[in-house]
């Protein structure tokens, strides 16, 4: 026989293994969908995993946006001073890319130690730099001049 | 001159907002009438010199004013007259004197429609009001002054982002800011409320309407973010899960179980403790969504550049207000005994249920959006939550809510029988699930697992509601005689609970078959996406205001029909900017879109194609929203006077509405 309070314990008890597994299945997801950040030295030294999935930032480096004919890939540098690394991405870039232009990409290193991006981002206006960007380089002393000054606006 | 004058008025409002958050609040403690009486004057006061502050930007924006450091910014010569008032609210210290103002329209809207509320409590809600105003225009004044001059003057000015050169644009922060802004009066019906230990039915009366106006804004301002990104930014998603944006999301999915909470709270008396800590952390949200998006902690397309005292300002002001109203709730909430009894099976508790699947969804987007930026405090790495995270975590959280919110209605208050409510849904339920993979299979040929899931729960929540609305109405004499026995709120909640299922079809159909090309396309090719032939004819250039622009036309065919779309790639003069203008020929069933990417060798373009349909129906389950928002607050029940609404008491009230 169910009493009122048996009841009110088994509703507590279902309630708690409702709120458990949400929790299981956001951690899960949690993990899964982490990306860390990695600068283009710490690729370059082999910091960054292998198979993995990441974010790496830096600078498009002048001259070096190559596009293949007859396709949408594109080959690119970004670097963040001491280094610099290959990226490829098939797609179409943001509006905001262009040389010299602070970018993120997401991918993964392949085989070559060319960086395999399945997302470029450059965002909001020509002056703004992704905060990792601008901190990684301002660490190499690579910040270009003006961008203190924009920040102060 | 003009600017000068908005800077003293701002330095006024800030002195009326002194005297509102001081004075009321001493006199209600203390009893005192005459100190009490000062909170009216000071409110409607402060909204008048904020009025006339945000009327002088607004003015130095339309005379083109250079020698205002925020106008030489924001603005340029060439900019439409249209966009230069739309740029008064384009960045920073703008969109936080307009939040002051949204703030002060609120206050004196308190004051207006306010006679029947007692006069400690009015003092009381005034009082908090104008402390919360007091820590905004401190701000302003401190770190964002938005009449700083400029010297030497430039020649011209800097323009507006041209992303924000767009009527979504214009409207949606406004919106929005209404929405946030509007929580702090169920916040600060909550803090009077709990100060003056007068935490009963009548307070959850008084708050509901406020509370609801609110929801519908930030409902409102979300669903023209959502559109906006949608034929703005050219990737043609309408939700990035970007950090931003869930920082609208997560009030929101507060606020919707603040409006659960609250009507359990005003028919029954039950859940008082918690529908004040909802109000609490609804508020606190919007001013955490502010911290977010102005402190420029964030990669997004919202993170404007900033400084980091300005968001340190804001996470005091944030800590002040979390922690001074979570101090004040151990204080009192103590004493607060909730006097309802209610069975297991109940409404009551169904939608306790439902608060908090609704506050764990804001609490898991929380994680996903405060984690990397802790990490990242403590020097751990810096990492960032991609969006697959918030979509798993988010439709196991959602499917409950769905199935939930149809049965909801049908339960009785105080007791129900789980027996009568599975026999009234005993053809609904299979009819439910049939209908789904019935829809999924039939129509569109797939035996899609997701699709099936979405489509049945969208078909049960809108069948649900027009059965339990089918009930009420057989409860009279005629149908119609039915349909006018209804209260308004009824029709709000059927026009809501609609809207979600909507939104659910538009969600689940776009997502699972918009189809999608990315090719490169030289004039006369022409490429075949889901039927429908896309014949690239050609660009040329043409010239706007502050612009120049390439413009392709497309031609697009099917089963005989054509039709032109015109995407373009705009180049704006001063921010040396390039823009991507989408083409979008809207329809109920689909969406073709054509976006341009860009110039290739030998003419050619990268292009952007898709096919998406019935992605409409996602703003259109969100206009449901806001109408049901609207029908419920109309209700005369809130606006009768607090004697005639004693005079109906709980019970009778209860039996009316269900």
């Known amino acids: 026989m169910m009493t009122p309070r048996r009841k009110r314990m088994l509703w507590v008890a279902l309630m708690v293994a409702g709120v458990a597994i949400a929790a299981f299945f956001a951690l899960t997801a949690f993990q899964k969908n982490l990306l860390y950040f990695y600068t283009p030295s710490q690729v370059a030294s082999g910091e960054a995993p292998k198979g993995y999935p990441f974010r790496i930032g830096g600078l498009v480096v002048k001259d070096s946006v190559k596009r293949e004919p007859d396709s949408l890939t594109v080959r690119f540098e970004v670097s963040d001073g001491p280094s610099a690394v290959a990226v490829r991405y098939t797609g179409i870039l943001p509006d905001l890319f262009r040389e010299g232009q602070g970018i993120i990409a997401v991918g993964q290193v392949d085989d070559a130690g060319t960086f395999q991006a399945s997302e470029v981002l450059a965002k909001h206006d020509e002056n703004y730099m992704p905060p990792e960007v601008a901190e990684s380089l301002k660490k190499n002393g690579q910040l270009p001049a003006d961008y203190s000054e924009y920040q102060k606006k | 001159m003009i600017a000068e004058f908005g800077h003293i008025a701002l330095v006024m409002a800030l002195l009326m907002a002194l005297l509102q958050g001081t004075f009321p609040l001493m006199g209600a403690s203390q009893g005192v009438s005459i100190w009490m009486s000062v909170a009216k004057p000071a409110g409607r006061a402060q909204f008048l010199f904020l009025l006339a502050s945000f009327g002088a930007l607004t003015a130095c924006f339309v005379n083109n004013d250079f020698s205002v450091e925020y106008v030489a910014r924001n603005s340029n010569s060439a900019l439409p007259l249209y966009y230069r008032i739309a740029a008064v609210w384009g960045s920073h210290e703008g969109s936080m004197l307009l939040w002051a103002t949204i703030l002060g329209l609120w206050t004196a809207a308190v004051t207006v429609f306010s006679r029947s509320l007692s006069e400690d409590f009015l003092a009381r809600v005034l009082g908090v009001m104008g402390l919360v105003s007091v820590g905004i225009l401190l701000f302003i004044l401190y770190t964002s002054n938005p009449f700083e001059r400029l010297a030497p003057a430039p020649p011209d000015g800097n323009d507006l982002n041209p992303l924000l050169q767009d009527f979504g644009m214009t409207v949606h922060p406004p919106m929005l800011y209404m929405g946030y802004v509007g929580l702090s009066v169920a916040f600060a019906f909550a803090i009077a409320a709990l100060l003056g230990g007068s935490l009963d039915s009548a307070w959850a009366r008084w708050s509901r309407p406020w509370t609801l106006v609110a929801w519908t804004f930030l409902t409102g301002g979300i669903t023209l973010g959502s559109w906006w990104a949608y034929y703005e930014l050219g990737w043609g998603g309408w939700w990035f899960w970007d950090p931003v944006e869930n920082a609208s999301f997560m009030p929101w999915l507060v606020a919707t179980a603040l409006i659960h909470s609250l009507a359990v709270t005003e028919k029954r008396g039950a859940f008082k403790t918690w529908t004040v800590l909802l109000a609490i952390f609804a508020f606190s949200l919007s001013l955490l969504g502010t911290f977010l998006v102005r402190s420029g902690v964030l990669t997004s397309v919202h993170a404007f550049a900033s400084d980091p005292t300005r968001g340190l300002f804001i996470l005091i002001l944030l800590a002040i207000v979390v922690g001074g109203s979570l101090l004040v709730y151990t204080l009192k909430a103590p004493g607060v005994r909730d006097v309802a009894r209610y069975s297991l099976v109940s409404k009551e508790n169904l939608l306790l249920l439902n608060n908090i699947l609704l506050v764990t969804a804001s609490a898991s987007i929380l994680l996903g959006t405060l984690y990397p930026l802790i990490l990242d405090a403590l020097k751990l790495g810096k990492i960032s939550v991609g969006p697959p995270y918030f979509g798993a975590v988010f439709a196991p959280l959602m499917a409950p809510i769905?199935?939930?919110?149809?049965?909801?209605?049908?339960?009785?208050?105080?007791?129900?029988?789980?027996?009568?409510?599975?026999?009234?849904?005993?053809?609904?339920?299979?009819?439910?699930?049939?209908?789904?993979?019935?829809?999924?299979?039939?129509?569109?040929?797939?035996?899609?697992?997701?699709?099936?899931?979405?489509?049945?729960?969208?078909?049960?929540?809108?069948?649900?509601?027009?059965?339990?609305?089918?009930?009420?109405?057989?409860?009279?004499?005629?149908?119609?005689?039915?349909?006018?026995?209804?209260?308004?709120?009824?029709?709000?909640?059927?026009?809501?609970?609609?809207?979600?299922?909507?939104?659910?079809?538009?969600?689940?159909?776009?997502?699972?078959?918009?189809?999608?090309?990315?090719?490169?396309?030289?004039?006369?090719?022409?490429?075949?996406?889901?039927?429908?032939?896309?014949?690239?004819?050609?660009?040329?250039?043409?010239?706007?205001?502050?612009?120049?622009?390439?413009?392709?036309?497309?031609?697009?065919?099917?089963?005989?029909?054509?039709?032109?779309?015109?995407?373009?790639?705009?180049?704006?003069?001063?921010?040396?900017?390039?823009?991507?203008?989408?083409?979008?020929?809207?329809?109920?069933?689909?969406?073709?879109?054509?976006?341009?990417?860009?110039?290739?060798?030998?003419?050619?373009?990268?292009?952007?194609?898709?096919?998406?349909?019935?992605?409409?129906?996602?703003?259109?389950?969100?206009?449901?929203?806001?109408?049901?928002?609207?029908?419920?607050?109309?209700?005369?029940?809130?606006?009768?006077?607090?004697r005639e609404a004693r005079a109906v008491p709980g019970q009778a009230a209860a039996a009316r509405a269900s």
Request: overall charge positive.
């Open chain 2, 402 to 642: 769905f199935l939930l919110a149809g049965i909801g209605p049908m339960f009785a208050w105080r007791e129900s029988s789980i027996g009568r409510i599975l026999h009234r849904v005993r053809y609904l339920f299979p009819a439910s699930f049939a209908a789904g993979v019935a829809l999924a299979a039939l129509a569109w040929n797939e035996a899609d697992f997701k699709m099936m899931a979405g489509l049945g729960c969208a078909f049960w929540l809108a069948a649900s509601a027009l059965l339990s609305l089918w009930t009420r109405l057989r409860l009279r004499e005629g149908w119609l005689e039915g349909l006018r026995a209804q209260s308004p709120s009824v029709y709000g909640m059927t026009a809501a609970h609609l809207g979600a299922a909507v939104f659910l079809v538009g969600a689940v159909l776009s997502d699972r078959l918009s189809q999608e090309k990315l090719v490169r396309m030289a004039p006369g090719d022409s490429v075949t996406l889901s039927g429908y032939s896309f014949h690239f004819l050609g660009t040329e250039t043409l010239q706007g205001p502050n612009f120049s622009a390439q413009q392709a036309t497309f031609r697009v065919e099917r089963d005989g029909k054509s039709l032109e779309l015109k995407p373009q790639k705009r180049n704006y003069k001063v921010q040396r900017n390039m823009m991507t203008e989408a083409a979008i020929d809207p329809g109920l069933t689909r969406d073709l879109y054509v976006a341009l990417g860009e110039p290739l060798d030998k003419n050619a373009w990268s292009v952007r194609l898709y096919v998406k349909p019935f992605i409409r129906w996602i703003w259109a389950g969100g206009l449901f929203m806001i109408a049901g928002g609207l029908l419920s607050v109309s209700d005369r029940r809130y606006r009768l006077p607090l």
